[in-house]
């Protein structure tokens, strides 16, 4: 899952880039408002995490603008003014979710995670394609009640997969969902991950999880 | 006097110059009158009298006098004027019009060529008390030589006296319908003078009650710069409400952030997270009792528009429980005060609420004459009794929610307080629990 973290205070910055990537997320940062809608309007993030307090640029026009542009990114508002008026405002201007500071990380984690399963229509944390279950707070995957035993990458792939099951991902829109901005993309590594979760999934051959669609890219088997 | 109204002090002051006045008025009046017609007088019997000396011939030592005078007065009897002419200390000659009235002594001469005129003069005549003499002495050349005659013409003061009267009596009853219509014209005078002060003092009052922001009517020139100088003060009070409130909030910033950091550090001791939980609290609550802005002259809001707001706010928050969060009653609610801290109430119990309830959340709000009253019901599990009152203590937490701080409703009850409102906690017809909120509007 990619990220963009909007937030001025580079401390802070680095502890939520630290926590969120230690989580699976790959995470890009922004340092004032105008950089954040920038990257907004650049990338497509499954969440950003904008705060109000921004400079060059408040978070309040961050989030109106994108809004504005038909950016759909699930925004969380993070606020030190913790007055409801602030909330209410930020909620009008498109956010989807707030969290005032401080906040313990654990907090920050279930909305995150709450939010981008929301976003894919999930309202339940747990997500459930026929023996495959995807635990989004445990962060794993259970075939018929077995756990995997998966890479970072090998989740982030399925996570993604599973929580867009209707859509043709390509290759790059998956690298760009679970690298950060500043990785060297290389599309033949996810061929890898794409394979060595088949085998994890299904090693029988029976389930076909995930289908490939010749020069698209890969699909979630909607016959599971 | 201290209590007096200004149109009581007005009017009085009104009647006292009046009493005052009016018979001061009266008195010179009376008083240029009399000299006039006293004056007038004067001349007519001296014009009488010369008529005498004209008419009066001495042969030798014997006076003689005409029987009719051109003087029609001195002809009549009754008509109260008298002619007298005295010769060698005799009344030698007196008027037809002295046929009813005996003469008791004749007044005291002048010298020759002398004239002497009183004005209220009595004892010579036995049936007029009061009456004019003039009384003039020339020399007549009589046998041997020139002796002196005195002309005398008495006038009874009678007519005189009912002319005055009747003219003071006139003059009376014109002064008092004059000070009628001047009443009459200082009441209503006083009336025009103060109604742009009733109109300030009603807008004043419509001002301090929050029905209006600003001074908005016209007033006289004199009332211009008051005006203006509330209105000034007004806006200044509340530009300095927004800028404190503005200080706090960034005093919050640059507190909370630091302690994000703090908090978010790895591997830090239970015992630390604690008490940087608890500095936590401590600021958010005080610095939101700080900003907490009830003033006097705060203008009314309606609370139905901000309510809608937070229900929207409440429905994206608590999407994932699907919650049918619904408002009912009147379609205006007022709430004097500031509309953040509204919003921070509402939004702390509104919040709760969503948190407990199983499907439905229900904001009421009313209004009555003095009292706005907003509840809130939710069918969640409810709060037990014995907790209720534990609920708006400092920093209690009773409910078992992941997020939260666990002051909400303690920051609730100080806001709560502050505007002098009341708060109760009850079972709801829901199901769950039912707060209740009362502010006054006064």
Redesign the interface.
């Known amino acids: 899952m990619r990220m963009l973290i909007a937030e001025d205070d580079s401390r802070l910055l680095t502890q939520l880039d630290t926590f969120l990537q230690q989580h699976g997320f790959s995470v890009d940062l922004a340092d004032n408002g105008e950089n954040a809608l920038y990257q907004l309007q650049e990338y497509t993030y499954d969440l950003a995490i904008v705060d109000i307090g921004l400079p060059v640029m408040d978070g309040f026009d961050v989030i109106r603008k994108a809004r504005q542009d038909n950016i759909k990114t699930p925004i969380l508002i993070l606020t030190a003014r913790d007055r409801w008026q602030e909330k209410v405002e930020g909620l009008d201007a498109g956010a989807d979710d707030y969290l005032t500071q401080p906040f313990h990380n654990e907090e920050l984690l279930a909305r995150v995670k709450a939010l981008i399963r929301r976003a894919s229509g999930q309202a339940n944390p747990t997500i459930r394609f026929g023996p495959i279950s995807l635990d989004t707070v445990a962060e794993e995957i259970t075939v018929n009640e077995q756990r995997l035993d998966l890479t970072a990458y090998e989740y982030k792939v399925m996570e993604y997969l599973m929580l867009n099951p209707q859509k043709v991902v390509s290759k790059t829109e998956l690298t760009e969902h679970i690298y950060d901005q500043d990785f060297d993309l290389d599309s033949n590594v996810i061929e890898v991950f794409v394979g060595r979760l088949r085998k994890k999934i299904d090693p029988e051959g029976t389930l076909r999880p995930i289908e490939t669609l010749r020069g698209r890219g890969y699909r979630l088997n909607r016959d599971l | 006097m201290i209590n007096l109204s200004l149109r009581l002090r007005s009017t009085l002051l009104a009647l006292i110059a009046l009493t005052i006045f009016i018979p001061v008025t009266v008195f010179t009046l009376d008083k240029a009158f009399i000299e006039s017609l006293t004056q007038a007088k004067h001349n007519e019997l001296k014009l009488m009298n010369l008529a005498l000396v004209s008419a009066f011939e001495l042969n030798g030592d014997i006076p003689y006098m005409p029987e009719l005078l051109y003087e029609e007065q001195l002809n009549l009897p009754d008509s109260g004027y008298i002619g007298l002419i005295v010769f060698r200390n005799k009344i030698v000659w007196k008027s037809a019009s002295s046929l009813h009235n005996d003469l008791i002594a004749s007044p005291p001469p002048p010298a020759v060529g002398d004239e002497n005129f009183i004005t209220d003069d009595s004892g010579a005549i036995d049936n007029i008390d009061h009456y004019f003499t003039y009384a003039f002495t020339a020399e007549f050349a009589a046998e041997r030589n020139f002796e002196p005659v005195h002309f005398y013409i008495l006038n009874d003061r009678q007519e005189f006296e009912n002319e005055r009267t009747a003219f003071v009596n006139n003059l009376w009853r014109w002064m008092l319908l004059l000070s009628a219509a001047l009443m009459v014209l200082l009441i209503v005078g006083i009336n025009v003078v103060l109604s742009p002060v009733r109109g300030l003092i009603k807008e004043i009052s419509l001002t301090a009650s929050g029905q209006q922001r600003h001074l908005t009517r016209h007033y006289p020139q004199e009332f211009t710069a008051l005006k203006h100088s509330i209105n000034r003060l007004l806006d200044s009070e509340e530009e300095q409400r927004s800028r404190y409130k503005n200080s706090l909030?960034d005093l919050?910033?640059?507190?909370?952030?630091?302690?994000?950091?703090?908090?978010?550090?790895d591997g830090l001791p239970a015992e630390t997270q604690e008490a940087?939980g608890q500095i936590?609290n401590i600021i958010?609550r005080q610095l939101?009792r700080a900003?907490a802005s009830k003033s006097g002259w705060q203008a009314t809001i309606d609370a139905v528009p901000l309510t809608e707001?937070?229900l929207?706010?409440m429905s994206?928050?608590h999407?994932?429980k699907?919650l049918k969060l619904f408002r009912t009653g009147s379609p205006t609610c007022k709430f004097k005060g500031d509309?953040?801290d509204l919003?921070?109430m509402?939004?702390?119990i509104l919040d709760n609420a969503c948190k407990a309830a199983n499907s439905q959340v229900r904001i009421t709000l009313q209004q009555a004459e003095k009292w706005s009253y907003i509840v809130i019901d939710d069918d969640g599990p409810g709060i037990p009794n014995h907790l209720k009152s534990q609920l708006l203590a400092r920093g209690a937490r009773l409910d078992t929610y992941?997020?939260g701080?666990g002051i909400g409703m303690a920051v609730v009850a100080d806001l709560i307080a502050i505007y002098e409102g009341r708060l109760e906690i009850k079972d709801s017809e829901l199901g769950g629990a039912q707060i209740s909120l009362s502010f006054p509007l006064t």
């Open positions: 909030d919050a910033h640059s507190l909370k952030t630091p302690l994000a950091v703090a908090m978010g550090t940087l936590h958010q939101k900003a707001k937070l929207n706010a994206k928050v999407q994932d699907q509309e953040t919003m921070e509402l939004g702390n992941v997020e701080q």
